[in-house]
């Protein structure tokens, strides 16, 4: 099925190690952004990109890093894991007409659950 | 700048009666506004969006949304309740700008009532 498939759906990590979550999508989705989801804030930003190559920041960027080498996939690195960083994490893809900028809504994966210690 | 309101955090109804979950934004430009929903560990799935064309706009599962100018207002509604609509659902709106235009409300909480 088309989507948006995340990997892996829970971990657990110790503080001060590191991990990528993985993120790809098959619909050829210029967009792709990684949330996060923390009980009371709904879902926050953390990075995007408007297509390979090219990424930006997004409302909580720090302590995370990604790069988009691919149209399909955007990876999420936790270079130095904090307990602050337990967190459900949502990736997501959309497209977009080019010349009106119309946006079509984002499909979402279904979450990587992860918990700092 | 822009922002989404969701007025209440928790709504609980009884299955058969009406769904109101209410949302009211702020923007600088002409917005499209979505509602999503979110069933217990489950990722986000678009409910319905609006995008500057009708008002009342119809989305899946019996759900639909009015938007309304004059209040700033998207709210959702739903004329009958059924136990699989119990679910945390999200207001969000979008003024442009690509990937970072998104803003998401903080959640409602929907409880049904047997």
């Known amino acids: 099925n088309a989507g948006v498939t995340q990997t892996p759906k829970f971990q657990v990590l110790k503080t001060g190690q590191s991990m990528t979550l993985q993120c790809a999508q098959d619909?050829?989705?210029?967009?792709m952004s990684w949330y996060r989801q923390d009980p009371g804030m709904g879902l926050r930003l953390i990075h995007y990109?408007?297509?390979?190559?090219?990424?930006d920041q997004g409302e909580v960027p720090n302590g995370y890093n990604v790069s988009r080498s691919t149209t399909e996939d955007f990876p999420l690195r936790l270079l130095s894991a904090a307990p602050s960083q337990t967190s459900v994490y949502f990736c997501?893809?959309?497209?977009?007409?080019?010349?009106?900028?119309?946006?079509?809504?984002?499909?979402f994966g279904s979450g990587t659950r992860l918990t700092v210690v | 700048a822009q922002s989404v309101t969701q007025l209440d955090s928790h709504v609980s109804v009884s299955e058969g009666t009406p769904v109101l979950l209410r949302c009211n934004y702020s923007s600088s430009y002409s917005p499209s506004l979505f509602w999503y929903v979110q069933h217990p560990n489950k990722g986000l799935q678009l409910l319905l969006k609006y995008t500057s064309a009708a008002t009342l706009v119809k989305g899946i599962n019996g759900f639909e949304a009015e938007f309304k100018k004059s209040e700033t207002s998207f709210h959702l509604t739903k004329p009958s309740a059924h136990m699989s609509d119990a679910a945390e659902y999200f207001c969000v709106i979008y003024s442009g700008g690509g990937a970072d235009g998104l803003t998401f409300g903080k959640g409602t909480h929907l409880i049904i009532q047997p």
């Open positions: 997501a893809s959309s497209s977009a007409d080019r010349e009106t900028l119309y946006y079509y809504g984002y499909t």
């Open positions: 990109s408007v297509g390979a190559g090219i990424t």
């Open positions: 619909m050829n989705h210029e967009y």
